[in-house]
């Protein structure tokens, strides 16, 4: 099997990681890639958004199946592209990624197919939405419908948050067409989990559970970002409730999607609160989390290319996915300056030495090689370092003892990741 992933992050490293190891590879693609994932497969220069460049690429270099890691090549149409260029995507066509690209789009798959989460109202008007949330009160959650790299959410706990956020999105169009219309909610209470699905457009199969750590700082402080750490499993998430989110939010929403005629394939992603009257869905993404997906492939058994494969072929009915009964935690190391204006340029080194720690292993996201060859920071998240052991204890040993090798001034992480878990 020859396979192109598409991206450059942690997570497109980690995929590659699981891929390199499958028996059916015989040649292994990534575009752009990065310096570890380098290591792995060959890595072209084509943006993960070049949907043209990548489908004759793909063509030329006969692969069997393209696995996209981000949303953006996905909402671009890269699945459409290539099952017209007769070559299997595993991700969701454009039309079956507005799952992630529509905040409203999703609110009606709930609603159709009976999907717990909070209630909402759609607005186009800004006066409209004013009026709303004065009628209403706080606490409220005033979300851009379109897509905003994570800047369209304000959890509004005054009127005057709210009705700034109104202003913002909707009259100074601070995020461009996404935010001329929001999606005004009911703020939720509770702890967020992350679920996840393997999906073949009828059937799905869990791809397991983790818990991000979005804020910037230790103690979940300071501005939201890509996320900063991750952990699986997640003790607050029971086999039985995954179960129910299994049969109450992800079977439902392959359904409605099925039934309107754009069938879901690929992962999905179920962002969820654990609130006092149950499980509530978030949102949904269309792709795996990053970090997320660094915790989730060192614990699975089982084949990943057998299993996307078997999601591209409708087959995921008569698969098994088996798991390591291990748990994972990773450590995201982010350039000084991150989220707002990450430094670039500082050297990094000490990776070997981290590698080395028993259990852990270390994922390169905004890397580079300088012109004499030293790996330095070129991005905002450089490196997820992922520790696996038999629970969660051990593996934040192994992650931090990993972190705690590389020589790198300029970086800093969070030293709290598995607080939840495993207190501060
Ligand atoms: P989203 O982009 O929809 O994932 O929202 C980003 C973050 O905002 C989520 O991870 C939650 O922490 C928070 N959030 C979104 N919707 C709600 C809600 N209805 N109630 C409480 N918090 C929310
Ligand atoms: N870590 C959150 C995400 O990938 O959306």
Same mark, same amino acid.
């Given at each position: ?292 997906? /660094?915790?989730? +492939? ?6 990943? !290319? =057998?299993?996307? #494969? &078997? $999601?591209?072929?409708?087959?995921? %009915? /008569?698969?098994? +996915? ?6 994972? !935690? =990773?450590?995201? #190391? &982010? $350039?000084?300056?991150?989220?707002? %204006? ?11 030495? =981290? ?9 390169? %996201? ?11 920071? =070129? ?46």
């Amino acid at each position: 099997m020859r396979v192109l992933v598409v991206g450059s992050g942690g997570r497109e490293h980690a995929l590659c990681w699981a891929l390199a190891a499958s028996p059916l590879l015989t040649k292994l693609y990534c575009a752009p890639g990065n310096p570890g994932i380098g290591e792995l497969a060959e890595c072209v220069k084509i943006g993960t958004t070049d949907i043209a460049e990548l489908v004759a690429f793909a063509q030329e270099h006969a692969i069997d199946l393209v696995v996209p890691g981000p949303e953006a090549p996905l909402s671009a149409g890269i699945a459409d592209a290539m099952e017209d260029a007769a070559i299997a995507c595993c991700g969701p066509t454009r039309d079956a990624a507005r799952l992630e690209s529509s905040k409203s789009f999703t609110k009606q798959i709930c609603d159709e197919a009976g999907i717990p989460t909070a209630a909402w109202e759609r607005f186009e008007d800004a006066e409209a939405a004013r009026a709303f949330v004065q009628r209403r009160g706080t606490p409220l959650v005033v979300k851009a419908d379109g897509l905003a790299a994570g800047k369209g959410v304000v959890v509004a706990t005054t009127e005057d948050e709210a009705l700034a956020a109104i202003d913002a999105f909707m009259e100074e169009g601070t995020l461009g067409e996404a935010g001329r219309a929001v999606v005004i909610e009911e703020c939720l209470l509770g702890e967020e989990v992350s679920v996840f699905a393997l999906c073949d457009g009828t059937n799905a199969i869990p791809l397991g559970a983790a818990q991000d750590h979005k804020r910037v700082g230790d103690g979940d402080t300071g501005p939201n970002t890509g996320g900063m750490g991750a952990y699986s499993p997640v003790p607050a998430l029971s086999p039985e409730a995954e179960q129910t989110v299994m049969d109450r939010v992800i079977r439902p929403a392959l359904e409605a999607m099925a039934a309107r005629g754009t069938p879901f394939r690929g992962i999905l992603f179920a962002g969820l609160m654990l609130t006092a009257e149950g499980i509530k869905l978030i949102e949904f993404n269309v792709r795996f989390g990053d970090p997320e997906c /660094q915790v989730l +492939l060192p614990r699975l058994k089982s084949d990943l !290319l =057998a299993a996307l #494969l &078997a $999601a591209c072929d409708g087959e995921l %009915a /008569q698969f098994d +996915l088996r798991w390591h009964d291990t748990a994972a !935690l =990773a450590v995201v #190391l &982010a $350039a000084r300056g991150y989220p707002a %204006a990450p430094e670039r340029g500082s050297a990094i080194r000490g990776l070997g030495a =981290a590698s080395a720690v028993p259990g852990a292993l270390v994922f390169h %996201a905004g890397t580079a090689l300088d012109p004499a060859g030293q790996l330095v920071a =070129a991005g905002g998240r450089v490196l997820t370092v992922c520790g696996t052991g038999a629970d969660l204890h051990a593996a934040r040993a192994a992650a931090y003892a990993a972190v705690d090798r590389i020589d790198w001034p300029e970086g800093f992480c969070r030293r709290d990741i598995g607080w939840r878990a495993l207190g501060g």
